[in-house]
């Protein structure tokens, strides 16, 4: 069966092309010490240095900080917060989406409504409601931007528990008399993975898009140098030093469009159906 | 009495609105069953009769509306996660003591475990420790012939045929060591040769466990084979009841003898010679069952009372029960020469 | 009003062929799936008549090939790959390989139709059951006359209220009611020939018994003859006069009801007949056949049942088996049967 899935998500260009931005924006962070020049905070005499600069190859800011080890630095704190803040979204998707799922009756009707209006309420704006009020810091815009994230996983793991919580096998455990919480792990969310990687996925991809919007606003964690800040630093000098916007805003792009495709890949692999 | 079910109802909600259930399935109308240690109960009927239902509630999958559930004699029945009314130690016999084998061989299996894992799953459950639970489960497949058990074990679902999942399905329910199984249309999905190897080893399996069935199928030539007892149901009810042979040669029920008379014989020259008794219509919705005895808007010997009247449980004296104003009154059809 | 029903057998244009010579006649028919795994060979020569209002019966397991052969006839697959290689499949004299795609859009729902397993299936949920009923017809006429006609047939299946049921949907009917009306759909325009696969499978024996007795009714009132797939042999006893075998890919035995189930030949039959449970008497269940039916990309050498057959010889390893008469229109393929073909 894992090979089998292998095989339809090698077979999609986009997919794969996504896998490779995925690697490749992953490397950079790992490997950004190694890779950036100098320090991304350290200012120097040459202000809004344009690429090509000796020494600054996408050139520097208002403050002479060199914008390539910026954006190098910065793919740390854009992943950092994407993937714990999907990581949160999914964890509380499955918690909700499975108990409204396997319980069905008066909690799901409950969890329903609460989902609804987490649906409902401007995420971006909520989120700076948040920001301003109780400050800026990576691990509150990890869990703002999760606790904000989680409705997409839970309507998807509610929808697969509701289909299998009548499946035979579940009622083969529940005669073998099995405990909720066992037959809800162990039975039914080993069925229910692919889908929720790729939820998963495409909220890695949402959350990085919604701190850079933070950041951008000023809101991000100032003592962070990430994507979103670099382009609130460059909003005041756009006329002037256009790449001060434009390769942090590159950057984001690649990341955000990396794990789209890469989501879009692993659901067309997930269903085959969709094929025809 | 080893499992017995008393009087047992349910209900489903069918179509809610705003202001509540708009209607209610009577998917079992106060069905009484009882099977004895070792014996094969067969449950037949059609579609909507509630034998299905009847069977998920003796296994505990569902919860009677009403009536109760006893399993050797003490009361079991209430909601699934909900505490037993008398101590845990009938619970937990009860819930290891009855076992369940299900239609769809492929669907009651798990498709992201393998055979050992399915089976450990079952062991553990019956609270076995790990270092025993690999050797149990190869023993259980060998009983079941699946051999060779090494490459069976480390196998998934959907890497076997549907004669090999049925039989791990029996293995599992065989696993807890139950003193019941209830198999819900265990060979219906199963080709003619393989159906047979099953309900072989069903039959094998009940002698060595002294394990007694619920056999529910809609197929009468296998019930008459398997079966020591019949009960007939109709609309959520039992309309007929007694041992094998008594109600498959003098059948008191006219639905009992309609569906004997509409299930086709593999035997040409005796198939020609007999008189068929066709029903009318459909059985009717089990959302609005019809009024008096539920059987008598397609029933050939019904008469004004019936559309009046629920009928009298009639019991003869060998034992045979029936639901009917006029139990006896419609003949088997023609076949049956030498049958006595 | 019964007679009436006849009136729609002049529009399929089927001629009545010479008595004598079978309605339907299928020659060393082969038809392949093309699959990744391999060919499969789901028809593999095989040759079936069925008669002038006959009532013929093939019988098989799930993967002998038995619906695979009744598409060939329709040249319809449900499955991408499949194609009939060689044979030929003469209705009326005429062979139905060599028809262009237009004349064979005329023989399906005119001279020749088919039932399917599940009724609720083949019926279009958002048209009324009258419309799907006149469609087939519609096309050989216009719609007044096949409304006529719809409503004709809907009244032929034994639909109580023809006229209401004609403006119904799908879903407003029973489980044995949508059945009846896809009979109706297949015999508006007197078919000389009906194919049902597998038609009573997915109904209670009560409707079964109900949809057994209109499908011998036709045959008896249109003259429709049936062409049954199933693998019920007590369907088969109790309404084909003509029953085959098939057993992957291939017929293994054929001839009369009445001589086929009562002192079947090949051991396939046998077993099947050992194995085949009854109301009439409380039969021990035997297991006669080891195995199951074997892959049908992947087939066994020589006779394809001898890996499951009780009474192999070295024989039947390496040869296939010809046909072997065996009784008065009783044919077997089966090395037990005879040393030369028949």
Known sequence: MGREFARRFFRSRAGVLGLCLVALVIGVAIAAPALAPRDPHTTSLVTKGPPGTPGYPLGTDDLGRDILSGVLWGSRASLTVGVCAAATAVTLGIAIGATSGYYGGWIDALLGRVTELFQVIPRFVLALLVVALFGSGLWKLVLVIGILSWPQAARVVRGQFMALRGAAYVDAARVLGLRDARIIFSEILPNVVAPVVVIASLDVAAAILLEASLGFFGLGDPNLASWGMMLNNAQAHFRQAWWMSVFPGLAISITVLGFNLLGDGLNDAANPRLDA | MILEGIGLSKRFPWGRSLTGVRAWVRALEGATLQVAEGETLALVGESGSGKTTAGRILAGIEVPTAGQVLFRGRHVAGSMGAAPRTGGASRRDYRLGVQMVFQESQASLNPRKTVGQTLDVALAARGMAPARRREAAARLLAEVGMEPVGTFLARFPHQLSGGQRQRVNVARALSTEPAVIIADEPVSALDLSVRAQILVLMERLQKQHRVAYLFISHDLAVVRSVAQRVAVMYLGRIVEEGRTEQVFATPLHPYTVALLSATPIPDPRRARLRSRIILPGDVPSPVSPPPGCPFHPRCPVAAEICGREFPPLLETGEGQKALCHFAGTLAPGASAPGRG | ?342
């Open chain 3, 1 to 342: 009003m019964r007679s009436d029903g006849l009136s729609g057998a002049k529009v399929s244009g089927a001629q009545a062929a010479p008595t004598g010579e079978p309605l339907l006649e299928i020659r060393d028919l082969y038809t392949h799936i093309v699959t990744p795994r391999g060919v499969v060979r789901a028809v593999d020569g095989i040759s079936l008549e069925v008669a002038q209002g006959g009532a013929v019966g093939l019988v098989g397991e799930s993967g002998s090939g038995k619906s695979m052969t009744a598409f060939s006839i329709l040249r319809l697959f449900p499955t991408a790959g499949a194609r009939t290689i060689s044979g030929s499949v003469r209705l009326s004299g005429r062979d139905l390989l060599r028809l262009s795609e237009e004349e064979m859009r005329r023989v399906r729902g005119g001279e020749v139709a088919m039932i399917f397993q599940d009724p609720a299936t083949y019926l279009n949920p958002v048209l009324t059951v009258g419309r799907q009923v006149a469609e087939a017809y519609a096309m050989r006429s216009g719609w007044g006359e096949a409304r006529r006609s719809a409503v004709r047939a809907l009244a032929t299946v034994g639909l109580p209220d023809p006229e209401a049921v004609y403006g119904r949907f799908p879903h407003e009917l029973s489980g044995g009611m949508r059945q009846r009306a896809v009979i109706a759909m297949a015999t508006v325009c007197g078919p000389s020939l009906l194919i049902a696969d597998e038609p009573t499978t997915a109904l209670d024996v009560t409707i079964q018994a109900q949809i057994l007795e209109l499908l011998a009714r036709l045959r008896k009132e249109l003259g429709t003859a049936l062409l049954l797939i199933t693998h019920d042999l007590g369907i088969v006893a109790e309404t084909c006069e003509v029953v085959y075998v098939m057993y992957a890919g291939k017929i293994v035995e054929s001839g009369p009801v009445g001589s086929v189930l009562v002192s079947p030949a090949h051991p396939y039959t046998q077993g099947l007949m050992a194995g085949a449970l009854t109301i009439e008497e409380a039969r021990p269940v035997v297991a006669v056949m080891e195995g199951t039916v074997p892959d049908l990309a992947n087939l066994p050498s020589g006779c394809r049942f001898h890996p499951r057959c009780p009474k192999v010889m070295d024989r039947c390893a390496l040869q296939p088996p010809p046909e072997f008469a065996v009784a008065e229109g009783q044919m077997a393929a089966c090395w037990l049967c005879g040393e030369s073909p028949a």
